[in-house]
C-alpha cells in the first residue's frame, strides 16, 4: 500500500516535470504571457508529490515494512527509530530521493522568491532545472526504484551497516546533498541569464543568495563527514585525502571561487563569462562527485553502491548536461557585455581574481589526485593510487603565497588602490609572526623546512584578522570567516607538529611506556546490547600529574554480522587523547593504537566559524 | 617602439605561461614521486628488479598465518598461487581476519618477504579490495 | 576563428573524459560482495525436526552431487501447492532434498508432513528465522539448487511444473 502510494506519486511528478518542460519551453518562442499561474501550480504538484513519495518512504522504514526491497535490504526491526529514519536516506535508492526532492523543493522556492526579476530569465530556470528532475526521475523511477515490491514478504530485514548506525553520518548525507543540490540552481540559472543577456549586476544580487546557501551547506556537509570519519574510521585523523572526501571537496573549492567572483560582479559588473564558467563548473564537479561516489569506478573506502548500469546512466546524463552548458556558452557568449575595463593591478577585483587563481590550482591537484588512477587503469592497465603526500606537497607551499593575499586582499579598495600606503603596524605585525614561528620551530624542533613560513604566514592572517575587527573597511562575514581560516591553518599546523601516536599488540593486564606516559590495558568485558554485543576494554594512561581512563569498544553486530571499533576519545580544549583496540584473532592478544592529538576541537571550530562567515553574508539585509 | 603598457601586458602573459608550465611540472612530478603500485604476490614473484618504492600488495590473509607478538604482526598474503611473508608494526583494521581479503602497502625486502607500513581495509564486511577480487578470480 | 578553436576543443575534451570515466565502467564489476558469490553458508547448525538432534548444514549437502534446500512453514499457503512437486521431484531425480522449517510449531509440521507425504531426507528447523536470513532467503517458500556449495539456481515463491522440469534438466544436462 504505501508502496504504491510512493511510487504512483513519482509517476504523477514525472508527468508534472513534463507538462513543465513543455510549458516553459514556450518562453523560447516568446510565449511567455500567463505562464506563471501554470507553472506555479505545475511546481506545487511536483514538489508535493515528490514529498509524499519520500514521507511514504520513511514510513515504511519507521513501521518496517518488508515487502518494500529497499526497506527489507536496510532495515531491521530491532534497529533504534532515529535509525530506521536515517536509514531511509542512507543507501543509494533513498539517497536519489532525497536529491529528488530537495531538487523540486529549491527550484519552488526558486521560482516564488524570484518574482520582481525578468519573466523570461525566471522560466528558462525552471526549464533547465526541470531537465535535471527529469533525468533524476527517470533514473530512480528505472534503475533505483526505491518502491520496488517483495513477495513473498519477509518476516525480518537485512539490516544496515552498522557504521552508518552514527548521528553525524546520519544528518552528514542530506547536509551535502542540500550544498550540491544548490549548485545546480546556480547552474540552471546562470545558463537562463546568459541566454537573457542579464549577466549582470541585478542577477549576481539574486543569485548570490544561493551560492552562500550552498556554499554552507556543502562546508558543514564536509565537516560532519570529516568528524565522522575521525571518531569512527578509527584511524584518528580528520582528512584521509580518499577519493570520496576529495569529491565533496571539488565543488567546494568551485564555489569558494565563485563565492568571491560574485561580489565582484554585484559591485563592478565584470569577470562576467568567468563567473558562468565557474557556475557550469560547480555543478558538473557535483553532478561528476555523484557519478563516481555512485558508480563503484573509484577505489575508495567509502564508497557503498556499485552498479555500472547507473553508473552509465549519470554519466550520460552529465555529459548531456555539460554538452549543453557548453552550447549555450558559446553562442550566447557575445550576449555578454564586453566590460574591457581592465582592473588595476592594485585592486580589490585584483585580489578576488588572485584568490580564484589558487582555488583552481588546489582544485586542479584534487582532481588530478583523484581521476588519475581511473585515467591510468583505463590506458595502460597499471593499478595505483595516489597517496597524501602528493597533495601535501602540492598544496602546502602554495598555501604560503595564498594566506598572504588572504591577509593582504580585503584590505584594498574596490577599482584602485595605492600599494604605497602600507601601514608601519602591519609590518610590525608581519615581524612579530615571523619572530613567533621562529620561536615555536625552534621550541619544538620541527624539522620540516615550509613549517616556518607557514606558521608565521599563519599568524600574520590571524594577527591582521584579529585588528580588523576593530576597523571598518570590510563585512563583518569576511572578518569571521578569514579569522576561521587563519585559526584553522594554525590548528593543523600545530597538530601536525605535535601529533604522537603510538601502536602496540597487548594482552589484558599489559602496561607500555610512551614517552612520559604508562599505557596500561585494565580490563574487558562483554556487554550485550539491543541490536549488538560489545567488547569494552578499560585502559588507563598515566603520567607524572595526571590520569585518564579510556573505554574504547569493538562492537559486533547480527545483522548484517560486522565488526565495528567504536574509538575512545578524550577532548579537552588543548587536545585529544584518541585510543581504539581491534581483535586481530583469538590468541588473547589485542591491537592497540594511541595517538595524543592537541587542538583537535580548534579544527572543528574553526570550521564552524568559516561557516558562520557565511550565514551571517546570508542574513545580511542588502546593503 | 613598444608603449608601456604593452610591455607590461607581455610581461604578464610571460609570466603567467612560466608559472604554468611551473605548475604542470610540479604536478607531474608529485604524481611520479607519489604514486603507489598495485602488484599480487605472483607479479612479485615474477618481477626482474626489485625497487625500494612503496608499493601495495593484496591477496588473502592465508588461514592461520597470522602471528602476534608484543609489537609486531606476521603473516602471509597469497593469491593461491604464490605467497609472501608480510610483517607490520601498527595497528590493524577492523576487516582484517584469516581467510578475508587485504591490502598491504610498504616495502619489498624481497620477493617474499615484504615490511608493511600500512594495512588497508575497507569497512564493509562484504568487502573484498577490487584488486584482491581481481586477483583471486584469475588463480582460482 | 579562435573561439571555434577553443570550442572544439573543449567538446572534445569532455568527449575524451566521458569515453575514458565509460571504459572505466566497463572493467569487472569488483565490488560485489562475497554472498552474491553464490556460496551457500555451510557453517550452520540446525536442531532435527524429529530427533532434536544438531546437524551441521555442511555434511548434509553432498559435495559432488546435486542437492536440493526448501524452505517451507505449514503456516504458508503456498507452500501446500507447492508440496506435490516437491514430492514429484524425489520420485523423478533422486536428488536429496533439505527441507527447512521456517518460523513453525514443531506439531503443525509434522502434521502437515504426514497428512501431504515427505519429500525430503531431512527436515531442520529455523524456530526463529534467522538462519533462513543468512542462507540469503527473503520468505517462504524458497528452493535452492546447489552442487559443490555453490547455488546453482534460486527460486522465490513456491515451485510449479515449469521450475521442476528446469531444475530436472540442469541436473540431466550437468550428469552427461
Redesign the interface.
Known sequence: MINQIGNYSLFIALFASIFLLFQSSNVIRNKSKNLDGKIFSALSVQSLMVLISFFSLIFAFIVSDFSNETV?NNSHTTKPLFYKISGSWGNHEGSLLLWLLVLTIFLFIFFISSKKLLNKYRILTVLFQELIIIGFLLFILFTSNPFLH???????G?GL?P?LQDPALAIHPPILYLGYVGTSIIFSSALAALVCGMVNKIWAKHIKKWVVISWIFLTIGILLGSIWAYYE??WGGFWFWDPVENVSLMPWFCLTALFHTIIVLEKRNIYQSWTIILSIATFSLSMGGT?LVR???L?S????A???SR??FI?CFL?VL??LA?FIF?IF?KKLSNNLTKPFLASKETAIIVNNWFMM?FL??VL??TV?P??L???SG??????P??YQ??ILPFLIPFLLFMAVGPKLKWIKDNLSKIKLNQIMLFILSIAISYFIVKFFRVSYLLILPLFALGFFLFFVTIKDFFSKNSTMSQKISHFGFSLFILSILFNGILAKEF????KVGDERKYLNKIIKFENLKIVEKNNYKSLVANFKISDEKSSINLSPE?RIY????????EAAINSTIYSDNFL?F?V??N?G?Y???YQFKPLMMWIWFSIILISVGGILSYLKKNE | MYGKKVKLRAFFILLIFLSAILTIFLVIKALEENVVYFKSPSEIKNLSELENKKIRVGGMVKKSSIKTNDSEINFIITDFKNEIVVSFEGSVPNLFEEGKGVVAEGFLKDRSYFKAVKILAKHDENYMPPEVNEILKDNK | MNKNIKFIIIILLSLFVFFVFYKGLEKPNNYLPEKNLNKIETNLVFKNLNNKEEILLGELINSNSFSIINIWASWCLPCRDEHVHLLKLKNISEVDIIGINYKDKKSNAKEFLSELGNPYVEVLIDLDGTKSIELGAIGVPETYLIKNKIILKKYIGPLDDMKLKEIIKIIKNEKN
Not at chain 1, 517483495?150 to 525480518?156: A, R, S, T
Not at chain 1, 601502536?503 to 597487548?506: A, C, P
Open positions: 527489507y517483495l513477495f513473498p514478504i519477509p518476516k525480518e537485512t551497516n557504521i574510521l578509527g557519478f558508480s563503484g569506478i577505489n573506502i567509502h564508497t557503498f556499485n552498479d555500472p553508473g552509465i554519466l555529459l555539460v554538452l557548453i558559446f557568449q590550482f586542479s591537484v588530478v589526485g588519475y581511473i585515467f587503469e583505463v590506458i597499471s593499478k595505483i593510487s595516489v597517496g603526500p602528493f606537497k602540492l601502536s602496540s599488540n597487548m569493538v547480527n545483522q548484517p554480522r560486522t565488526l565495528t571499533s581504539v581491534n586481530i584473532k590468541d592478544y591491537n592497540v593504537r
